[in-house]
């Protein structure tokens, strides 16, 4: 007499897929995408004060719908010389008066349309917020790239140091408008 074939019970596989799948997914870690790094403004209702920005405290750049820029009221073709105008704009203390009073009343200003390319804002941005990382860099009086590692890693010894001499009086103050409609 032939001998029968032992089945494996399969009652309790649904429940031992469903615990594998459930470990999985508690301990397993997805990376995290930065994204653009800005510190947001308060809500309406936490503001305390309104407050009136001068006009020549303010630096403005402006992107149209087809990515053409308006730097301080002139049409620019090449971006190279935005970073050093912003810097000089910032640092001012007053000295020329069409230029900003002081760091702490600087804004730089960008407003974009709507159909201005995310390639474009964000190479402006950049260019805005890299004016700041090498004001802050030169006041610590460490390279931009030395500034940034230590701004991205506060728990580094030495590290918060650099990064507290670097912004100490000089607010990254960018201002970025609601976009106009296409044209208008």
Do not use: C
């Amino acid at each position: 007499m032939p001998r029968a074939t032992p089945e494996i019970p399969n009652a309790s596989m649904a429940d031992i897929a469903f615990l594998l799948l459930t470990f999985f997914l508690v301990t397993t870690t997805i990376a995290n995408d930065r994204g653009l790094i800005m510190q947001l403004p308060p809500p309406p209702e936490a503001r305390t004060e309104d407050f009136k920005v001068q006009e020549h405290n303010m630096f403005k750049i402006q992107i149209n719908s087809v990515d053409q820029l308006l730097v301080e009221g002139d049409f620019i073709e090449d971006v190279s010389g935005i970073k050093e105008q912003i810097k000089e704009f910032i640092l001012n203390n007053g000295r020329n008066k069409e230029l900003s009073d002081s760091p702490e009343k600087a804004i730089v200003s960008l407003k974009t349309d709507r159909g201005t390319s995310h390639k474009r804002f964000v190479q402006i941005l950049d260019i805005i917020q890299s004016a700041y990382y090498d004001l802050w860099a030169e006041q610590a009086g460490v390279p931009n790239k030395v500034f940034r590692e230590a701004a991205s890693d506060l728990t580094v010894e030495g590290n918060k140091v650099i990064y507290e001499k670097g912004r100490k009086g000089l607010p990254m103050n960018i201002s970025i408008a609601e976009p106009t409609k296409v044209g208008g």
